[in-house]
């Protein structure tokens, strides 16, 4: 069974950081586009982060430009996502995502484009 688990989830306070983590069991993630998203409450789900296949490529949403960074290792099938100088904003359930895509050195952004999803990481930014 394909599954995706994030980690690292918390309260926050304005400032601070953490580092969110996506682990895979039942496929390795070599193969797979990987994608960080968010929904806050009474928002609709946007994307935060997104990584090629090789991990080469990245894209990032304007706002967190700067404040995040995303990275995956391949060999122990994890995809991370470093959240700095976090904002109140940026509060949300953060979930990762995964499918294969066509191009392995382009990046998808777009949620409709995966098929596989965790369930999701509560982070909490106090002002």
């Known amino acids: 069974q394909l599954q995706l688990v994030e980690s690292g989830g918390g309260l926050v306070h304005a400032g601070g950081s953490l580092r969110l983590s996506c682990t895979a069991s039942?496929?390795?993630?070599?193969?797979?586009?990987i994608g960080w998203f968010r929904q806050a409450p009474g928002k609709e789900r946007e994307a935060v982060a997104c990584?090629?296949?090789?991990?080469?490529?990245?894209n990032y949403a304007d706002s967190v430009k700067g404040r995040f960074t995303m990275s995956r290792d391949n060999a122990k099938n994890t995809v991370s996502l470093q959240m700095n100088s976090l904002k109140p904003e940026d509060t949300g359930v953060y979930y990762c995502?995964?499918?294969?895509?066509?191009?392995?050195?382009?990046?998808?952004?777009?949620?409709?484009?995966?098929?596989?999803w965790g369930q999701g990481t509560q982070v909490t930014v106090s002002s």
């Open positions: 990584i090629s296949t090789s991990g080469t490529n990245r």
């Open positions: 039942g496929f390795t993630l070599e193969d797979y586009a």
């Open positions: 995502a995964a499918f294969i895509p066509n191009y392995y050195e382009a990046t998808y952004c777009a949620a409709s484009r995966y098929d596989n």
